[in-house]
C-alpha cells in the first residue's frame, strides 16, 4: 500500500521553505547557497540532507567554493532539524581551503546549456527525479528511473564540488553520479 502522505513531495519547494525558513536565517551566513540535496534513512526515517556553499563572480564564471554546512531534515517534518554541521571545525575536512575556489559555474559538461532557461529546466527535472526516489523509497518501490536521473545528475553535478559532496554522504552521490574528475 502507498504512503499517500508523499504522493505530491516536493523536494525544491521543501527546500524553498527551508530557506525561508528561521533557522535558516539565524544558522546559516548568508553568504552561502544551497546545492545538490541527497536523500538517507536515519532509522526509519527518511530525511533529505541540504549542502550549503559560498560562490563568487569572477569575470563571466561564479567561482565555487567547498561545501561549508549541511542540514538534515526528515522530510515528514522539515522543520525538525535532525543534523547541522559546520564542515570547517570538523576535524576530518581540516585539509580543505574555503579560501580557494574548487571550481567554476558554468563547467564543461553544460556547455550545450545556452540559456539560464535551459539550465533551470535540467534542474526542475533534476528535483522531479529525486522526488520521485524519495516516492519510491517510501514506498519500497525500485526507483525505475535511476538511469536517467544519474545521467542527468552527473552532467549538472560541479566537478570541483563533487569530491565535497562524497564526503557528506558517498554512498548516495556516487551512485547518482558518474565518477567526475577535478578541474
Same mark, same amino acid.
Given at each position: 500500500m502507498e504512503n499517500?502522505?508523499?504522493? /505530491?513531495?516536493? !523536494? %525544491?519547494?521543501i527546500i524553498k521553505e527551508f530557506n525561508s525558513?528561521?533557522?535558516?536565517?539565524?544558522? *546559516?551566513?548568508?553568504?552561502?547557497?544551497?546545492?545538490w540535496p541527497c536523500l538517507s534513512r536515519l532509522g %526509519?526515517?527518511?530525511?533529505?540532507? !541540504?549542502? $550549503?556553499?559560498?560562490?563568487k563572480a569572477v569575470d563571466k564564471k561564479a567561482?565555487?567554493?567547498?561545501?561549508?554546512?549541511?542540514v538534515t531534515i526528515p522530510l515528514g517534518n522539515p522543520e525538525k532539524i535532525v543534523d547541522y554541521t559546520l564542515y570547517p571545525i570538523q576535524k576530518e575536512w581540516k585539509d580543505v581551503d574555503y579560501k580557494k575556489p574548487v571550481g567554476y559555474f558554468k563547467h564543461e559538461a553544460l556547455n550545450d546549456v545556452a540559456t539560464k532557461g535551459e539550465y533551470t529546466a535540467l534542474r526542475d527535472e533534476l528535483y522531479g527525479y !529525486?522526488?520521485?526516489?524519495? @516516492?519510491?523509497? *517510501? /514506498?519500497?518501490?525500485p526507483f525505475e528511473q535511476a538511469e536517467a536521473a544519474s545521467k542527468l545528475f552527473s552532467k549538472l553535478?560541479?566537478?570541483?564540488?563533487?569530491? $565535497?559532496?562524497?564526503? *557528506? /554522504? @558517498?554512498?548516495? $552521490?556516487?551512485f547518482f553520479c558518474e565518477n567526475k574528475e577535478e578541474q
Amino acid at each position: 500500500m502507498e504512503n499517500k502522505a508523499f504522493e /505530491n513531495i516536493s !523536494i %525544491k519547494k521543501i527546500i524553498k521553505e527551508f530557506n525561508s525558513g528561521e533557522f535558516r536565517r539565524s544558522s *546559516i551566513p548568508l553568504e552561502v547557497v544551497s546545492g545538490w540535496p541527497c536523500l538517507s534513512r536515519l532509522g %526509519k526515517t527518511l530525511c533529505l540532507t !541540504i549542502p $550549503y556553499f559560498s560562490r563568487k563572480a569572477v569575470d563571466k564564471k561564479a567561482a565555487l567554493y567547498p561545501i561549508y554546512c549541511s542540514v538534515t531534515i526528515p522530510l515528514g517534518n522539515p522543520e525538525k532539524i535532525v543534523d547541522y554541521t559546520l564542515y570547517p571545525i570538523q576535524k576530518e575536512w581540516k585539509d580543505v581551503d574555503y579560501k580557494k575556489p574548487v571550481g567554476y559555474f558554468k563547467h564543461e559538461a553544460l556547455n550545450d546549456v545556452a540559456t539560464k532557461g535551459e539550465y533551470t529546466a535540467l534542474r526542475d527535472e533534476l528535483y522531479g527525479y !529525486i522526488d520521485e526516489m524519495a @516516492k519510491s523509497i *517510501i /514506498n519500497g518501490k525500485p526507483f525505475e528511473q535511476a538511469e536517467a536521473a544519474s545521467k542527468l545528475f552527473s552532467k549538472l553535478m560541479e566537478p570541483g564540488l563533487y569530491p $565535497y559532496y562524497l564526503r *557528506i /554522504n @558517498k554512498k548516495f $552521490y556516487s551512485f547518482f553520479c558518474e565518477n567526475k574528475e577535478e578541474q
